[in-house]
């Protein structure tokens, strides 16, 4: 069975790397301490530091897991060659909501690096899904639990908008 392709910016395979780095380097060796000092205590089968410390060793070892299967998955979008002719993932894309007027500009990316309230949406979410393929001054449908949505594509960029939590950038 092939594994699911996952899809990464440029910063979010960096972030993921580093992350990595972080649990293996300086993670392991601060678990790996706490086990050596509550074996130090004496009797490890009544030890809660001991127990403590092999739980957290083990949620390291599964992260550390999780990350390494990512990154073999990981398929890079490179934001240098996007076009701006249609919404991809890493596109930054502006939205007009047709019933209130608001506009926001979300960044489509792979499911591992969404972050809605960075702005920041997968491209696998309804809004995701919608959009993709799409091209500028379209009207999109999204059909989502709470009823139906209609989008307007008002402006596609082949990079990533940084957008401070709760600022878009139709109100500075």
Not at 97 to 106: I, V
Request: proline share 3%; net charge negative; with cysteine.
């Amino acid at each position: 069975m092939k594994e699911k392709e996952v899809l990464l910016t440029v910063g979010g395979l960096k972030k993921l790397e580093g992350e990595l780095d972080r649990l293996k380097s300086v993670r392991r060796r601060e678990v790996a301490e706490r086990i050596k000092q509550a074996i130090e205590f004496g009797d490890i089968t009544e030890n809660s530091e001991y127990e403590d410390a092999k739980n957290e060793q083990a949620f390291i070892e599964g992260q550390i897991l999780t990350l390494e299967k990512t990154l073999r998955n990981a398929r890079v979008i490179d934001d240098e060659n996007l076009g701006t002719d249609v919404v991809q993932v890493g596109s930054a894309v502006r939205l007009k909501d047709m019933d209130s007027g608001e506009e926001e500009t979300y960044t489509i990316v792979g499911s591992v690096e969404a972050d809605p309230l960075a702005c920041r949406i997968s491209n696998e979410s309804p809004v995701g899904k919608a959009i993709l393929g799409q091209g500028k001054g379209q009207v999109v449908e999204v059909k989502v639990p709470a009823g139906v949505f209609h989008y307007q594509i008002t402006d596609i960029t082949g990079r990533e908008v940084h957008v401070p939590p709760g600022q878009d950038t139709a109100r500075g």
